[in-house]
């Protein structure tokens, strides 16, 4: 039995044999074989290259026409490369000198080629590190087995084990064979994080080296309440386990039958609760958890996992299926955020030293206007099914704001001209997620109708701590007393700009961080699906009169360490039965 301790991102207990995911974006782990196992995986390596040569010629047979003969230039490229012997020797070498597998002698082999491609100036040759990438892609595909195709296709029940998951990757899982995600990489508020909460699946992530000490097949559990996974459990803990996964259950279940009592104090403030979803599917969960709209539509996961981006028409049936959900309540739609760990099929390779300081979201946007017309358009176009509002992200200055609102007026003109119907008093929102922003707040506030407070990227920017590093999560959290600053002072902005505010980061998702929210002026927040009965429930137990008590109390402190206790305290003197 082994026991390592992570973080928990998504809660739930999940008991089940290991599925071990090599992940194809990201390292493969190393680990170390035998002597006498050498040859084997040199044949191994051998074999995978024949079979991705094999592939790829039959590939190459069926294209026809001019689109065909520009990927069979592709494709011959690629055989080159995998006919090339001095490939197939460096990658063998490896394993003979270093006794490593074959996976990992591939992947570092051919990453560090990439490596000395991408850092060539000229355009041509640095962008062949992008087929570099495939052609290892292509080969490790044949060496794992295909182990990824199969993770769409389960039959029966496992928990996912890998050192890192894409938020793609994880959106992908089907909930209901998957019982469990144990990551060696990730924090918690990383998007795949966000992903694991929002599909409701128990999940551990910064685990460090889990994936070196566990093999497909072995009983896991995965404590996605306490952040422990345990490995090979013995008899009594895992007997411990099954009763006190029995007993969870048992508690949301009850927590389910608040749903339709109002989310308002013990001294009759009425706070909105709305849900943030990453499909439309998930629109109908928000509303059985009680959720009374969508406060945050993150639209860029309509373009990950796909190679063509998606058209107008699918973005507009996309928010015209979440807006039939709710009516006339609100869905605000936030224009796409990529970038950072969030990559469309074109773009996945175009690596950039700094990503999450880099072209991201809104910038991405702006520079790439067909695009981000395209949805823009879908959006109004949508507007007149119900309550839309739209949303942009990652505003880092007032000049920001008024070009991406002069594209959004510019399709509203082209929408006149084909006498196609919107709504043109839809409310326009930014997301405060940037120091920058949110010292700026007073003067942003003039051009917009709401604020939404995005609390995982403005903790990540004001610390300079990776929200996805597992090396700094310790250094991550939302209440340290810089970040608390900066919510205040954006609140206070927004009420005296007399605009909407809510915040839709995790922390909204936090039953021991809501009662600080509620204290420092929040009235509408938006969250994670599963967890918004657990925070009706605490919001149903307080009075604003204590929540505001508590928030004078902490904005007088400065330790994060004492903020977080303090929270925890006065949350478990609430509501002793859950907490
Ligand atoms: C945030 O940054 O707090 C936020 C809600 O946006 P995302 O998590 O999608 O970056
Ligand atoms: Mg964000």
Redesign the pocket.
């Known amino acids: 039995m082994e026991i390592k301790k992570g973080i928990a991102v998504s809660p739930g207990i999940g008991i089940s044999k290991a599925m071990i995911i090599d992940s194809e974006d990201y390292l493969i782990p190393r680990r170390q074989i035998e002597f006498s196992q050498r040859m084997i995986e040199i044949q191994r390596v051998k074999n995978a290259f024949k079979a991705s040569i094999d592939e790829l010629a039959e590939m190459e047979v069926g294209k026809k026409g001019i689109e065909g003969e520009k990927i069979k230039d592709i494709f011959a490229v690629h055989l080159r490369f995998l006919r090339d012997k001095s490939l197939v020797k460096r990658i063998t070498d490896l394993i003979r000198d270093e006794f490593v597998t074959a996976e990992f002698a591939v992947s570092t082999t051919m990453r560090d080629i990439a490596g000395h491609f991408a850092k060539v100036k000229d355009h041509y040759i640095s962008e062949r590190a992008a087929d570099i990438y495939d052609i290892e892609r292509r080969v490790l595909k044949h060496l794992l087995g295909r182990k990824k195709e199969d993770l769409g296709r389960l039959k029966d029940e496992v928990a996912v084990v890998a050192r890192q998951l894409s938020p793609t990757e994880t959106a992908g899982l089907n909930k209901q064979f998957v019982k469990g995600i144990a990551t060696d990489a990730g924090g918690r508020?990383s998007?795949t994080a966000?992903v694991a909460r929002s599909l409701g699946i128990p999940a551990v992530v910064a685990l460090e080296d889990l994936t070196e000490h566990i093999e497909a097949g072995d009983t896991i559990i995965i404590d996605g309440n306490h952040g422990v996974v345990i490995v090979s459990p013995d008899e009594d803990t895992l007997k411990q386990y099954e009763k006190y996964a029995r007993e969870f259950v048992e508690l949301n279940e009850k927590l389910v039958l608040i749903r339709e009592k109002p989310a308002v104090t013990r001294d009759g403030v009425k706070i909105t609760m709305l849900g943030n979803i990453e499909f439309p599917e998930e629109a109908s969960t928000v509303l059985d958890k009680g959720g009374e709209g969508i406060g945050?539509y993150?639209t860029e996961f309509l373009y990950l996992n796909r190679v063509e981006e998606p058209t107008e028409e699918e973005h507009y049936k996309a928010y015209a299926d979440t807006v039939a959900v709710f009516g006339q309540r609100p869905v605000i739609i936030r224009t796409m955020?990529l970038g950072a760990d969030k990559f469309t099929q074109s773009k996945r390779f175009m690596r950039e030293p700094n990503p999450f300081l880099g072209l991201r979201s809104i910038r991405f946007c702006l520079r790439n206007l067909d695009m981000f017309k395209a949805q823009l358009r879908a959006i109004l176009r949508a507007s007149v099914l119900g309550e839309v509002k739209v949303m942009f992200?990652l505003i880092t200055n007032l000049q920001e704001l008024m070009q991406a609102k002069m594209i959004l007026h510019d399709v509203m003109e082209d929408l006149d001209e084909a006498s196609i119907s919107y709504n043109r008093n839809m409310e326009i929102g930014i997301?405060i997620?940037t120091p920058s922003a949110a010292l700026t707040g007073a003067s942003l506030a003039r051009d917009v109708d709401f604020f939404s407070i995005?609390?995982?990227?403005?903790t990540q920017y004001t610390l300079a701590v990776d929200r996805g590093n597992e090396l700094v999560s310790t250094l991550y959290s939302s209440v340290d007393p810089a970040v608390l600053r900066l919510i205040r002072t954006v609140i206070q902005d927004a009420q005296k700009g007399q605009i909407g505010l809510s915040v839709?980061?995790?922390m909204a998702s936090e039953p021991e961080q809501v009662m600080l929210l509620l204290g420092m002026g929040v009235r509408t927040i938006s969250l994670a699906p599963p967890m918004i009965p657990e925070v009706k429930q605490v919001i149903r137990s307080v009075t604003i009169e204590e929540c505001n008590r508590i928030a004078r109390k902490i904005l007088t402190m400065n330790s994060e360490r004492h903020i977080s206790s303090f929270l925890r305290n006065a949350t478990r003197k609430v509501l002793p039965e859950v907490f």
């Not at 995005?454 to 403005?458: I, Q, S, Y």
């Open positions: 508020t998007h966000i945050l993150r955020d992200p997301m997620e995005g609390t995982n990227d403005l839709c980061g995790e």
